[in-house]
């Protein structure tokens, strides 16, 4: 290490921060230069960036928004910083990170090595059996309304590293570009899309909602994920008091429950039938709500289950559409696998973990645009689609692990 720099920042450091930001990939910043071009002068890069962090002079240069589409028809506006900036952020989040995570709740489940969504969403189902009633939290602008101040104190009771205290502090006062070039300074709020941003969100929430509960109401479980969060109560009055309790502590910390998506459901089964209640509601891309099962000795019953959510289906059925399958009759079959395989395969690891024949009808929209494929690539299959389905289903016996929805047996060969 040089002796002569202010903070003890090794290139080591930053060269394993930039083998990390490679592998996640993103788009360019406000400087327009992607990983690729960063990459050609790759050594004097990292030499300027370690250069300019060891010494205390690295300025973290604006985000650039981004616009993304919301389900729910609003929308959310991404930060992403530059190529270099993501490196800087990534030695911080690395350094920082192993102060924090041993402190951390066990049911903070967000960005967080060996823990998952589908983890939440497994601890979520097996308490909504325990537990009655549900508490959906939805916290209004998140993101945006993260308050420096508190921010700041919160990292300060895991670290005294002057360097990681100073850039941070940086980080959350950088300001936005916006698409016309406009600069927005920012008072408050981190950006969604900035390496930092999740693990600062979760020491926030850890302190302000996390160890809140784990001293003020032990009895009461949850399970959260950044800021999605669902607290279990055993009766709609404990529901409602916790309510209040809650959206009393995160307005202390500058937070506010949004109103209407905030809600109590009711965990209805076939033991629980109370009427005039809300019974379901979606965390993580699931929506749970009472659901047919069917116990060991293959008696049905009505059970309170997750399945892949109504907005999560129409994501896959809008991706499918827009890969535009058949169009591309210059390609072969195994192209096609080759392009959308992995991603068949991720929704399905993913949503079919549980009750995962709700997945079935989404994962056939992908050989319903095989079968107009096919008619289109073949005249002889053009006038009829059931012989392009029996063409496909050939293809299908010959090598069903040709298509993952195939080897669901989703296939033409089984229709």
Excluded at 28 to 33: S, T
Excluded at 57 to 77: L, Q, T
Excluded at 230 to 236: F, P, Y
């Amino acid at each position: 290490m040089d002796k002569t720099k202010s903070f003890s920042i090794s290139k080591q450091m930053v060269w394993e921060a930039y083998l990390r930001v490679k592998a996640n990939k993103g788009a360019a910043g406000v400087d327009k230069i992607s990983i690729d071009r960063f990459e050609e002068q790759l050594k004097d890069n990292l030499y300027k960036l370690w250069n300019r962090m060891s010494s205390g002079s690295y300025m973290p240069p604006p985000v650039r928004a981004v616009s993304i589409p919301k389900a729910n028809g609003g929308e959310r506006i991404l930060g992403i910083p530059t190529v270099a900036d993501r490196i800087a952020q990534m030695v911080v989040t690395k350094q920082l990170e192993p102060e924090v995570e041993p402190h951390f709740h066990p049911d903070s489940y967000g960005y967080r090595p060996g823990k998952s969504a589908l983890d939440a969403v497994a601890t979520a189902r097996q308490r909504c059996w325990k537990s009655d009633w549900v508490i959906d939290l939805d916290i209004k602008g998140f993101f945006d309304n993260l308050d420096h101040e508190l921010v700041m104190r919160a990292v300060k009771k895991h670290t005294e590293c002057r360097w990681v205290l100073l850039y941070i502090e940086r980080w959350l006062k950088a300001p936005m570009q916006r698409t016309d070039g406009t600069l927005e300074n920012r008072h408050k709020g981190t950006p969604q899309g900035g390496v930092c941003s999740p693990l600062l969100a979760n020491i926030f929430m850890h302190h302000a909602f996390d160890e809140w509960m784990r001293n003020k109401h032990p009895h009461a479980s949850f399970e959260r994920y950044a800021d999605d969060a669902l607290v279990h109560c055993k009766t709609e009055q404990q529901a409602k008091l916790m309510r209040q309790a809650i959206e009393k502590r995160l307005a202390q910390c500058k937070l506010e429950l949004h109103p209407e998506k905030t809600r109590i459901v009711y965990c209805k089964d076939d033991d629980r039938r109370k009427e005039n209640t809300i019974e379901s509601f979606d965390f993580l891309g699931y929506t749970f709500r009472p659901r047919r099962a069917k116990n060991k000795h293959g008696k049905f019953f009505v059970s309170f289950l997750p399945a892949i959510s109504n907005k999560a289906k129409s994501r896959i059925r809008e991706t499918i559409r827009e890969w535009r399958i058949h169009l591309i009759t210059w390609t072969s079959l195994e192209k096609i696998a080759e392009k959308v395989n992995p991603v068949l395969r991720g929704w399905y690891q993913y949503y079919g973990r549980f009750y995962k024949s709700e997945m079935y009808p989404v994962l056939r929209n992908v050989e319903r645009y095989l079968v107009l494929w096919a008619r289109r690539k073949y005249k002889k299959l053009a006038r009829h689609g059931h012989n392009a389905r029996w063409y496909l289903g050939g293809v299908c016996k010959r090598e069903p692990g040709l298509f993952v929805h195939w080897e669901l047996g989703l296939g033409s060969a089984t229709e």
